[in-house]
T-cell receptor, first 115, second 113 residues
Framework: SAVISQKPSRDICQRGTSLTIQCQVDSQVTMMFWYRQQPGQSLTLIATANQGSEATYESGFVIDKFPISRPNLTFSTLTVSNMSPEDSSIYLC????????????FGPGTRLTVL | GENVEQHPSTLSVQEGDSAVIKCTYS??????FPWYKQELGKRPQLIIDIRSNVGEKKDQRIAVTLNKTAKHFSLHITETQPEDSAVYFC????????????FGTGTRLLVSP
């Protein structure tokens, strides 16, 4: 499986500020995904980060709130903008190493608390 | 879009018993069904998966079955051990969304010694 790291592992932020989360993979991957896991809940896909093109957002998530970058095949960032306490969640990136296979592996997550 | 339902939400068993978690999906074009185990404070770990052209798959004490006609799939854990205690999530890849995953709501499994 791919080795995936995320920074920061956790953060406490003030309402109205923004936080950028980084996701690094140890090899080139075609697809990278960003998920949100609210406390005690399941995982919800925010967007698919495509290298060389705009991210594809799921229903209920918009680029102004969650801008995503994918500058190369090993790295992506997710920004949580103008945060409110409702954004307190774990944010996880994931990827599929092989574009012909479906297995997804997750990063360790970023635990965000918004005060 | 795809909707995945998962039952039960909690499951308590005695060590050595079997545990079964069930999921249903709505998109008949879905073709990939992984199961993840998430321990407290950890990332989800892929434990087994099945594709739509297979009815059953086993890996030691865990197995997954798929019924495409009924659009449901199940995780079976035999000879449960306390270290199996975790939250288990099923997921499905919608037919229209390559490699993206729609998750079930999760099952908290507690295995008592």
């Amino acid at each position: 499986s791919a080795v995936i790291s995320q920074k920061p592992s956790r953060d406490i932020c003030q309402r109205g500020t923004s936080l950028t989360i980084q996701c690094q993979v140890d090899s080139q991957v075609t697809m990278m995904f960003w998920y949100r896991q609210q406390p005690g809940q399941s995982l919800t896909l925010i967007a698919t980060a495509n290298q060389g093109s705009e991210a594809t957002y799921e229903s209920g998530f918009v680029i102004d709130k969650f801008p995503i970058s994918r500058p190369n095949l090993t790295f992506s960032t997710l920004t949580v903008s103008n945060m409110s306490p409702e954004d307190s969640s774990i944010y996880l990136c994931s990827c599929c190493r092989d574009p012909t296979r479906d297995e997804q592996f997750f990063g360790p997550g970023t635990r965000l608390t918004v005060l | 879009g795809e909707n995945v339902e998962q039952h039960p939400s909690t499951l308590s068993v005695q060590e050595g018993d079997s545990a079964v978690i069930k999921c249903t999906y709505s998109d008949s074009a879905s073709n990939y069904f992984p199961w993840y185990k998430q321990e407290l404070g950890k990332r989800p770990q892929l434990i087994i998966d099945i594709r739509s052209n297979v009815g059953e798959k086993k890996d030691q004490r865990i197995a997954v079955t798929l019924n495409k006609t009924a659009k449901h799939f199940s995780l079976h854990i035999t000879e449960t051990q306390p270290e199996d205690s975790a939250v288990y999530f099923c997921a499905a890849t919608p037919g229209t969304g390559f490699q993206k995953l729609v998750f079930g709501t999760g099952t908290r499994l507690l295995v008592s010694p």
